[in-house]
C-alpha cells in the first residue's frame, strides 16, 4: 500500500527500535522522510535500507531533545530542505528504571523535558506548516500512562501528559484541518525494553506480558507500532483526532 505517497515525514527518535521500524514502514507507504536523532546515534544502515525500498534517500537532521533551541530548529530546518511537512512522528523518548524516593529533581526534570516538554515544542512549531498541508501529529505516548509503572513515575507522568496534550490540540485544530492522535505501545521488543531491573524489583511490576496467541515473550514487535503510525498519518484515518491507540496485545488488561 502506498498511502503516503509524497508525503513529507519527519520521524524523531528515528535510529531506535520503534523509529527505525516506523521510517521503514513510512517508506515503504511512499513517505519522503526526514530523520532526526541525537548527533551520536548512526544512520548509515538506515539510510541505506530505506533507500532501498525506492521512496528516495531520507535527509537526516541532528537534534537534542533537551535543547528547546535545537527543537524548535528542527522544524524549520525540515520545513526549509523539504519546502514542506504533512506528518510529524513524536517517537524520541527515554525510560530510566529507578525507585521514585531515588529520581532526584533533576533526573525529573530530564526526562519530562525528553519525553513530554521537547514534543510539545516540536509540535507546536509543526502546526503552522501542517495548517497549510493538511497535516497531522502522531506522537508516542505508552500504556505506562493509562496503568502506571512501578519504578518509572516521571516516565510514566510524562507520557501521561502526552494524552491530554493531544485532546487538546486535536480539539483546537480540529477546524484548521490538522489531526493529532497518540499511540501507547505496550512492551515491545527493543532496546529500551531490554534495560535491567532495578535491583530487588518485581520483575511482574516492570513488564506486562501479553497472552496473545503468536507471541512467545508476550512483547509486541516495533513493527506492530510501525503500522499503527502508517494508518494514523493516512487518509484511512481521516476522521481519527484526539485518538488514543493502545497497541499492546492486551497487555494492560490480563
Ligand atoms: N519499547 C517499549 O516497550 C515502549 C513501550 C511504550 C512506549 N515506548 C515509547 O516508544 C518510543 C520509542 O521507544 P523505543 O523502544 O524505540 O526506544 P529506543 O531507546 O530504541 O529509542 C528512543 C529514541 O529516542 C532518542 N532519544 C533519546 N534521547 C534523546 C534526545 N535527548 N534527543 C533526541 N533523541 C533522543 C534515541 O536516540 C532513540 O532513537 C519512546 O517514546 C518510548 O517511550 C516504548
Not at 109 to 135: C, D, Y
Not at 146 to 155: D, H, K, V
Not at 158 to 170: D, P, Q, R
Amino acid at each position: 500500500m502506498k498511502r503516503l505517497e509524497g508525503k513529507v515525514i519527519l520521524v524523531t527518535g528515528a535510529t531506535g527500535s520503534i523509529g527505525r521500524a516506523t521510517a521503514i514502514r513510512l517508506a515503504q507507504e511512499g513517505a519522503k522522510l526526514a530523520l532526526a536523532d541525537r548527533a551520536s546515534s548512526s544512520t548509515d544502515e538506515l539510510v541505506t535500507e530505506i533507500a532501498q525500498t525506492g521512496a528516495g534517500t531520507p535527509e537526516i537532521f541532528h537534534y537534542d531533545a533537551l535543547d528547546a533551541v535545537s527543537c524548535r530548529a528542527l522544524v524549520a530546518d525540515v520545513v526549509q530542505a523539504y519546502g514542506r511537512l504533512d506528518g510529524l512522528c513524536n517517537i524520541a523518548g527515554a525510560y530510566a528504571k529507578t525507585s521514585a524516593t531515588d529520581v532526584g529533581d533533576d533526573d525529573w526534570n530530564t526526562l519530562l523535558q525528553i519525553n513530554l516538554n521537547s514534543t510539545f515544542t516540536l509540535t507546536r512549531e509543526a502546526i503552522p506548516h501542517l495548517q497549510k498541508s493538511g497535516g497531522n501529529v502522531v506522537s508516542t505516548s505508552s500504556l505506562a500512562a493509562l496503568n502506571g509503572l512501578a519504578y518509572a513515575t516521571a516516565y510514566a507522568s510524562a507520557k501521561a501528559a502526552l494524552i491530554a496534550m493531544t485532546k487538546s490540540l486535536a480539539a483546537e485544530y480540529a477546524s484548521c484541518g490538522v489531526r493529532v492522535n497518540v499511540i501507547c505501545p505496550g512492551g515491545i521488543r527493543s532496546e529500551m525494553s531490554a534495560i535491567p531491573p532495578v535491583p530487588g524489583a518485581d520483575p511482574e511490576l516492570i513488564m506486562r506480558r501479553s497472552k496473545l496467541k503468536g507471541f512467545a515473550d508476550g512483547l509486541g514487535d516495533p513493527k506492530d507500532i510501525a503500522a499503527g503510525f502508517a494508518y494514523l498519518l493516512s487518509d484511512d484515518a481521516r476522521f481519527v483526532s484526539g485518538a488514543v491507540l493502545v497497541i499492546d496485545g492486551a497487555q494492560g488488561l490480563i
